[in-house]
């Protein structure tokens, strides 16, 4: 069965650190592209972060470059959010994204979502 397990999340005070983790079973990363999006209370989907299998290169959102760093674990075949200087407006419910490009088709799965909440 192909899943994608999201962990990490919490209730942490402004200035705190959480890391967030995405663990995959049913298909490895090879080939993938993954991505970290947010989605805060009344609002829609946000881009946070990626990363890719394929090329060494890691991308984010202005409002979180400096702060939070991704990452893989392959042999583990997870994907983690190292948050760092969290500030309440990176309160949201974050989701991981996969897309697994096939040979002849993409595969993209989504994570259940983690919640996590930046207040004092």
């Known amino acids: 069965e192909v899943q994608l397990v999201e962990s990490g999340g919490g209730l942490v005070q402004p200035g705190g650190s959480l890391r967030l983790s995405c663990a995959a079973s049913?298909?490895?990363?090879?080939?993938?592209?993954m991505t970290w999006v947010r989605q805060a209370p009344g609002k829609g989907l946000e881009w946070v972060s990626s990363i890719y299998s394929y090329i060494a290169n890691t991308y984010y959102a202005d409002s979180v470059k400096g702060r939070f760093t991704i990452s893989t674990d392959n042999a583990k075949n997870t994907v983690y959010l190292q948050m760092n200087s969290l500030k309440p407006e990176d309160t949201a419910v974050y989701y991981c994204?996969?897309?697994?490009?096939?040979?002849?088709?993409?595969?993209?799965?989504w994570g259940q979502g983690t919640q996590v909440t930046v207040s004092s």
């Open positions: 994204n996969v897309k697994n490009y096939g040979l002849a088709q993409t595969y993209t799965y």
């Open positions: 049913g298909f490895t990363f090879r080939n993938s592209a």
